[in-house]
DNA sequence: TGATGTAAGCATACAACGTACGCTATTAGG
DNA sequence: CCTAATAGCGTACGTTGTATGCTTACATCA
């Protein structure tokens, strides 16, 4: 810990943590989790592996600080704005930020500190929802219930080989061909359906979301009554 | 590869691909995804690490076995059930799995070749809502829909920092304390009503997992309409 | 009953990883 | 200029995954 000070004797840092974790994150977002090595970050900033030391406090603190500056990304709920819109909004932030840093889903597991800024975001929902007439407990089953949804999706939808609907409709043909008539005859039958009907997986967020969403207008009337 | 034969010349195996994928599922749940090395899990056996590798390819092809064994335990759908008992009681093992298996979460992320348990699940449940009349366009979204709530649901399960109701409350007292009122005044409201009304978060799960099969049904009523 | 070929298991070795430790360089303040 | 403090680096070590080649133990057939 370096102690606070505007300048005090020493040498100046030309490193910083911040430097660091978004040095991370730029290998993270390129290249992956396993690309994301002390030497690799440390190559970026032009500097020696030891050096990040000074900065923060292991490879662990570094992927700590990456959620959370992945959660920094995430809008925050905007004032005046019903439940139904905030809760939306939020849910499509997170689900974009998600997307552009799909490794961080697999981080979230195994971190349990949240950091300040998944902290204040849980504050900011957990206030617009109470301002928007939810009770403290119904709003943190609701706001539960809605991240179960947006963290589920885009743990799929990072697992999914394709992007778009086309290179879905390559890779179902390439997946139906591999495969005997009779082995899986209902996954089969499924990848051929979603390939005629032009299925575009990514369209499914908001779908799916609507749906949840009037699970939480449910969840709001019985708390009400 | 070893070629496919009931018994020929050679060496009898000692050790087997199913051997070595349940000693790295019993040091995983044990002691976590960062304690499986190919050591351990060659120790565990009683055998050297190169062993390993006549009955795997790598380490990445012990953690696709891992995955698909978790896949493996997750009940397969009952004949002759609603699609809304079968998709109810698909989901409710499936969080058990991933409750036994944390890190089987973080692994999905990355792991985007599905195994044979895992594919013979999806024809299975496609298959039942099949026979239950959704076409295969709809089935395919709703089992989306339930997976969604169900991966996210056990991730956010799995980063919690406790297992009980009691648990829950040491730990949000002392998160209460940590902060002062100021910071996080949602949050800190929410935790005390939490402690307040006895929340029990596992319970969460069939709640909110009634207001997803409600937006199932939904979903396939304005697939008939 | 060998002799032979094949498959299983192991010993050794190496590159890449995270990081402990101590040294050097560079500054502000006296 | 001297001193104390801080940033950065060089070296080194233990642990990881795994390439390579040897040894061992069996089935087969002479």
Redo the contacts between chains.
Sequence with gaps: MPAKRVRGPGRPARLSRDQVLRAAMAIADKA??EALTMRAVSQRLKAEAMSLYRHVRNKEDILDGLVDLVFAEIDLPQRGATWRAALRRHAASTRQALRRH??A?????????PGPAN??H???V??AL?AAGF???T???AY??V??????????E????FDTPEEMATMADAAIAQFSATE????R??A???VR?G?DYSK?FE??LD??L???E??RASARG
């Excluded at 991240?147 to 799929?156: D, I, R, T």
């Excluded at 899986?184 to 996954?187: D, E, F, Q």
């Design positions: 992956g989790l799909t490794w889903i697999a981080l979230m597991e195994s971190r349990a500190r902290l204040g849980h504050d900011a957990l206030g109470g009770d403290s407990v709003a943190t089953r539960n219930l991240n179960s949804y947006v963290y589920g999706f885009a743990l799929q990072a697992s999914l080989p899986y005859p209902h996954l039958e499924a051929f359906a979603l009907s299925f499914e779908t799916g749906l949840v009037d699970g939480v449910d969840l």
